[in-house]
């Protein structure tokens, strides 16, 4: 699955981009994700696919890959060797069902 | 002093960031990889005393909103650090400052708008990801003292500017640098991205040899037009979705110095890296 479904009205880009701007959203979102998912105006299937960490969905949806990894990297962590690691490979696992 | 000012060096290379964060995780041959290319790479920038550096790198939407997003945008400030506070653990590379030209960079976008292609420009410092500050802290930029112009390109939000428009774009460069900056000035022209790669895909870890192999060569050989009619968006997504069309800064490159042979400097695939590593610099008359 590549950019063929890519839909940039999906609010969920600007989370993304958001959080990777603002270390202060960030800590909110680890702290309280529902709170910051709340402020954003996300389609309901949409929403549901960030919080259920199913990547395969969102995609499908069109959202961005490239933003897609970011989300992962959000949720599961960013360091070189380690949290980015365990991101890839979920969302490979999600991507594929291969989980 | 030359009566023009002129292309000293032109690039291609990559910013996978694994090659700096993970580089303990390649073997020790994959290692003299990226080792010898970027070392070579600085002595050959060094060697060709420029004064002016230019880089063209895929902008990862690390500084725009998808629903505003420029095909180029060049940073107009007078000083570029990085990488950006959120990268920093993802790349695991030192910080850096790297002074800018806010008169080349004017003088970029007048140029460009003067020749009908309608860039972006960002006074305020840019946000730099492993797209600049791979090559920065690979060659060493902030200790060279030559002023950086970067201009981030959009490789990778739909529809994003073919292989045909890049090396247009690439065309005027050229034509801007000879004709609009100051004479004698010596510029270096560096296109960062690739080789293949699919951030973020279900592929995140497939390399395509096959391709990258291949697209070295077509930058070696100098046949533009097979170039362009090879090097299609649909061949570059099929060796990675929405990564390895990063070779579209080359393309830029490419169209700034016209056909001149390439020089390879070897080719590492190592998939800690996720990405395939090779770079290669053309030829430049004297």
Redesign the interface.
């Known amino acids: 699955?590549?950019?063929e479904k890519?839909d940039?009205?999906l609010a969920g880009?600007?989370l993304v981009?958001d959080l990777?701007?603002n270390?202060a959203l960030?800590a909110e979102f680890k702290a309280d994700e529902k709170a910051v998912l709340d402020r954003y105006a996300l389609r309901p299937d949409e929403r549901r696919a960030i919080e259920a960490r199913d990547f395969k969905t969102l995609y499908a949806l069109g959202f961005?890959?490239?933003?897609?990894?970011?989300l992962?990297?959000f949720i599961y962590g960013?360091?070189?060797?380690g949290g980015?690691l365990v991101a890839?490979k979920k969302?490979?696992a999600s991507?594929?069902g291969e989980r | 002093m030359r009566s023009v000012a002129e292309i000293v060096f032109a690039a291609g290379v990559p910013h996978a960031p694994a090659i700096v964060g993970l580089f303990d995780k390649a073997t020790p041959e994959q290692q003299k990889v990226v080792r010898d290319t970027y070392a070579s790479l600085s002595a050959e920038l060094r060697k060709a005393k420029p004064d002016l550096i230019i880089v063209f790198a895929n902008d990862h939407m690390t500084n725009s909103r998808v629903l505003a997003y420029p095909d180029f945008l060049i940073g107009m400030a007078a000083e570029h650090r990085g990488p950006h506070e959120w990268f920093k653990p993802w790349i695991g590379c030192r910080d850096y400052a790297v002074k800018g030209s806010p008169a080349a960079a004017e003088a970029l976008f007048r140029g460009m708008t003067r020749r009908d292609v309608r860039m972006f420009g960002s006074r305020a410092p840019l946000n730099f990801d492993d797209n600049v500050s791979v090559p920065s802290v690979l060659l060493d930029l902030d200790k060279l003292g030559v002023p950086l112009v970067p201009v981030l390109q959009n490789c990778t939000v739909p529809p994003i500017p073919d292989q045909h428009r890049c090396y247009e774009i690439g065309r005027k460069l050229g034509d801007l640098v000879r004709n609009d900056l100051p004479a004698g000035q010596r510029v270096a022209l560096i296109g960062s991205g690739g080789l293949s790669h699919e951030p973020g895909g279900a592929r995140y870890m497939f390399i395509d040899e096959a391709f990258d192999r291949w697209f070295i060569e077509l930058c070696v050989e100098a046949d533009h037009e097979r170039m362009l009619k090879e090097l299609t968006i649909e061949r570059m997504e099929a060796a990675g979705s929405g990564g390895t069309a990063e070779l579209l800064s080359w393309v830029v490159v490419m169209g700034a110095i016209g056909e001149r042979r390439g020089h390879s400097y070897g080719y590492a695939i190592c998939s800690d890296f996720r990405c395939g590593i090779g770079a290669v610099s053309w030829k430049l008359a004297a």
């Open positions: 699955m590549g950019l890519f940039p009205t880009h600007d981009q990777k701007w270390p960030r961005h890959p490239y933003l897609g990894g970011q992962s990297r960013n360091d070189a060797g980015a890839n969302l490979i991507l594929t």
